[in-house]
């Protein structure tokens, strides 16, 4: 399975990004995905998750009521709108898609949020 996120830039606090992550080479309905980010000099962190059907979903509490991801199987392609856009979003964003035993993960996309 390969991934490829879209969508990065340079947004201003309080607006809003669309990133998505086209994949290709398997069938993404198998596979539950997610969105992860790294800002400069931390560690990797979560943000959002979204079973494989797409009826569930989980966000950390940092992007909660900010945040949505959400998935179209038949593009086989997922989504992260980011809304109310903070500095501290400030990342490279990643989307990897997994099922026991497989992790795949996409190249990352910068965002960053300036005035």
């Known amino acids: 399975l390969q991934l490829v996120e879209s969508g990065g830039g340079l947004v201003q606090p309080g607006g809003s990004l669309r990133l998505s992550c086209a994949t290709s080479?398997?069938?993404?309905?198998?596979?539950?995905t997610g969105w992860h980010r790294q800002a400069p000099g931390k560690e990797r962190e979560a943000v959002a998750c979204?079973?494989?059907?797409?009826?569930?979903?989980n966000y950390v509490d940092s992007v909660k009521g900010r945040f949505t991801i959400s998935r179209d199987n038949a593009k086989n392609t997922v989504y992260l709108q980011m809304n109310s856009l903070k500095s501290e979003d400030t990342a490279v964003y990643y989307c990897?898609?997994?099922?026991?035993?497989?992790?795949?993960w996409g190249q990352g996309t910068q965002v960053t949020v300036s005035s």
């Open positions: 080479g398997s069938t993404l309905e198998e596979y539950a």
């Open positions: 979204i079973s494989s059907s797409g009826r569930s979903t």
């Open positions: 990897n898609a997994f099922v026991v035993p497989n992790n795949y």
